[in-house]
């Protein structure tokens, strides 16, 4: 006997809906994704600007915890532009409290303790509009060698912990598209 359509249509509504079920599903897929890993939790996201032809990185880590207020884990991001590393950032995705000191030149700094692996210090990150703070170069160097690494900000409520596991990255992409290479404390 040979396959044929059947009269009343259910074999091609079937299929029909089954295919968009299954294109709308790898769609979700591929918007949610859109990186590649770069080793350990971190994530890569590159692109080239169609004018210039410049490419850039973005690699991101989420925090192994959230902080209380927040609907989604703590960031660190760098974003690579050239080649170079153009900003590292520390996204808290909570509320934070204002800043708590003026930088060298005047900008809004919040003074911010650091663990990476078993050192620890403090900085004075820039403040940027209440949303996130600028990781300075030397430390972002020290957090891509470590295997923890912690940031402990002020918030309206008190001191809060965002814990991260940097361990894994590669560090071959990292020098490539940040000309950046790990340092310890």
Same mark, same amino acid.
């Given at each position: 006997?040979?396959?044929?359509?059947?009269?009343?249509?259910?074999?091609?509504?079937?299929?029909?809906?089954?295919?968009?079920?299954?294109?709308?599903?790898?769609?979700?897929?591929?918007?949610?994704?859109?990186?590649?890993?770069?080793?350990?939790?971190?994530?890569?996201?590159?692109?080239?600007?169609?004018?210039?032809?410049?490419?850039?990185?973005?690699?991101?880590?989420?925090?192994?915890?959230?902080?209380?207020?927040?609907? $989604?884990? &703590?960031? +660190?991001?760098? %974003?690579?532009?050239? *080649?170079?590393?153009?900003?590292?950032?520390?996204?808290?995705?909570?509320?934070?409290?204002?800043?708590?000191?003026?930088?060298?030149?005047?900008?809004?700094?919040?003074?911010?303790?650091?663990?990476?692996?078993?050192?620890?210090?403090?900085?004075?990150?820039?403040?940027?509009?209440?949303?996130?703070?600028?990781?300075?170069?030397?430390?972002?160097?020290?957090?891509?060698?470590?295997?923890?690494?912690?940031?402990?900000?002020?918030?309206? $409520?008190? &001191?809060? +912990?965002?814990? %991260?596991?940097?361990? *894994?990255?590669?560090?071959?992409?990292?020098?490539?598209?940040?000309?950046?290479?790990?340092?310890?404390?």
């Amino acid at each position: 006997m040979s396959p044929r359509l059947n009269t009343n249509g259910e074999f091609p509504v079937k299929a029909f809906v089954a295919c968009f079920v299954l294109l709308c599903a790898a769609a979700a897929l591929f918007a949610q994704e859109g990186g590649i890993s770069a080793g350990g939790k971190w994530m890569e996201y590159d692109s080239q600007d169609q004018m210039t032809l410049v490419k850039t990185a973005r690699f991101e880590l989420d925090a192994d915890n959230s902080l209380p207020g927040s609907e $989604s884990s &703590p960031k +660190i991001l760098l %974003f690579c532009t050239g *080649g170079k590393l153009s900003l590292a950032d520390f996204r808290p995705n909570a509320m934070i409290a204002p800043p708590n000191r003026p930088g060298f030149w005047g900008q809004p700094q919040m003074e911010v303790t650091v663990r990476v692996d078993n050192s620890h210090s403090n900085h004075g990150w820039n403040w940027v509009n209440g949303h996130f703070l600028s990781i300075d170069k030397g430390t972002t160097r020290e957090m891509l060698g470590a295997q923890i690494f912690k940031v402990e900000i002020q918030t309206p $409520s008190g &001191p809060e +912990i965002a814990n %991260f596991s940097p361990a *894994g990255i590669d560090l071959n992409r990292v020098k490539k598209a940040c000309d950046l290479t790990p340092k310890k404390p």
